[in-house]
C-alpha cells in the first residue's frame, strides 16, 4: 500500500500570522534547521510569540554544506535515505521535479523554500547562540544568548529544544589496545573523496555514513577495509520499482507487521553474506535501517573488504576480532554521536548513553515548559516528526489541546517504552527510535485525545479556513 499523506495532517491555507497575542505564553526556539523550522512555524500559524535563535548564519542546519555553524556533517555527495515525499513537511511537498533521493542541495533548498513560503524568516535570530537555559525562580526559563549585539537574558514560560542530535561525534569508548600511527577522523569531518584520495582507509561501522564512505573510497582510495563489529540489514533504496519507504502500512497496525516492508526489503536486497557481509542476529525492523544500493557492487568488484570489529593497532596496521589486518593510513569512525545540551545543566537535563526519556519524545515530564523537537531517530524521515510534535506543542500553548493526568502520562510512557523495547534491540543507537507510522499515528490519537479534554473540536488540526488555530 503506498504511502499517503493523511489529509487531517495536511494543514490548511497560509493566511499569514495572527497578531502575537500578549496573553499566550511566550516561547524560545533553540535552533533553525529542519526542526526549528517546523517548531517556528507552527508557533507563528498558532499566534503564538516566540524567537527562534541560531547560532549560524543560515537555516536547514544539518543539511548546509560547510554550515558556518561548524556543526554539519554533510558531505559533498550526501544524499537524502528517506525519499523526499515520506521526508517532506506535510503540508508543503518537495518540489515535483525532484529525485526520488535528491542530494543536500536541493534538500537544502526546499527548507529554505519553506521558510519563504510561511514567512517567518524575520522571527529568526541569527549568529546568536543560546548559552544557557535554567529554570527562572519566579517561573518560566530563563534564556541567556549571545550574538553580535553582545549577551542577551530573556525569560520565556516554554522552550523548544531544537539543536539537533548529529554534531557532537562519538568516538570509541574505552580506545582499542594499541597505538595507530595515522590520520583519524570522525565521519562528522568527512567532506569529500578528495580525503580518501590514494590512501588505505579503514572505515569503523555499520550505518548509513559508513556505507556512503566505503563507496566513495572504493572509487578513489587504495584500499578500504570496512570494520563492522555488529551485522545490519542493508538494503536498497527501491522495492518493486518504487522509493521503499513509500510502500508502508498504517500506523495502528502492531510493528511486526508493518515491519514487513523491511522484512521484503531485505530479501529482495541481496543476500549479506554472499557479499561478505554479517548476517545480523536480530530481524529486519528491529534495528534503525540502513541502505546502500552500491556496497555489495563495490564489494564484488573486491574494492572493498568487509572485516569484523577492531582488535588492537600495531602501528600502521590494524589487527581485527578473526587475526586478519589491513595497512591503515587513515581510519573513519563512523560511530555515530552523542546527545548533549551544552545549554541545559546536566544535573538538570542529561542524555546518559543518549536516553533521554520523554513524553512521545516531545515534553519533559517534570519540567513543565521544556519541550524537545526532533530529538528521534524515525525509522522514516525526522521532518514530519519534528512538525506534528511542533503542532502539538503549539496547542498545548495555544490552550486548545489539555494533557491527561500525570499518571496518564507516564502509563504512556512506560508503554511507549516497552514496545519500543520488543521491537528495536537494546543498543544506545536505539534509545531514542520511533516507528514512523506508527508515531505520527500514536501522537494524532493522543492530540484528539487532548482538544477532547480541552473541550474544542477533535478534528485533527482545528484551524480556521484561513489556517489560524482556533483558541
Ligand atoms: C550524514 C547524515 C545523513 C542523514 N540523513 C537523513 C535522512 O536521509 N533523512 C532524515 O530524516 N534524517 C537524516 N539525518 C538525520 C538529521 O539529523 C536530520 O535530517 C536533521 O538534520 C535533523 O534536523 P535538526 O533541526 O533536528 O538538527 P540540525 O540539522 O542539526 O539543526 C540544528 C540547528 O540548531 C542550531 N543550534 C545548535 N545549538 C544551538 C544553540 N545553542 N543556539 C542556537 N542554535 C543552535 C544549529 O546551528 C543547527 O542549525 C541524517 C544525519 C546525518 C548526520
Known sequence: MPYLVKPEHLAAAVAGPIPANRELPRAAIIGAGSSGIAAAKALYMAGIPFDCFEKGSAIGGNWLLDNPNGQS??????????????????????????????????VHAYFEKYVDHFGFRDAITFNTTVQDVSRNPQGGWLVRTSGPDGEHAATYDAVLVANGHHWDPKWPEPAYPGTFDGEQIHAHNYRSGDQLEGREVVVVGAGNSAMDIAVEGSFRAKSVALSIRRGQWVLRKSLLGKPSDQVALPGWM???????????????????????LPVPSHKPGQSHPVQSDAIRARIAAGRVSVRPGIERFEGREVVFKDGTRAAADLLVWATGYRVTFPFLDPSLVSAADNDLPLWKRTVHPDLPGLFFIGLAQPV???MPVAEAQSAWVAEMLAGTYAPPPADGIRRQMLRDHERNKKQFYASPRHTMEVDFDHYLWDLDRERRRGRQRAGVSTRAVPRAADGRIRA
Open 254 to 276: 502492531p510493528w511486526w507487521v508493518t515491519g514487513v516492508r523491511l522484512r521484503i526489503g531485505a530479501i529482495t536486497s541481496g543476500r549479506l553474506r554472499k557479499h561478505g
Open 73 to 106: 556533517a554533510c558531505y559533498e555527495t550526501l544524499e537524502i535515505n528517506t525519499s523526499g515525499p515520506r521526508m517532506a513537511y506535510s503540508d508543503f511537498p518537495m518540489p515535483a521535479d525532484y529525485p526520488p533521493y535528491p542530494r543536500h542541495e536541493l
Open 380 to 382: 522514516g524521515a525526522v
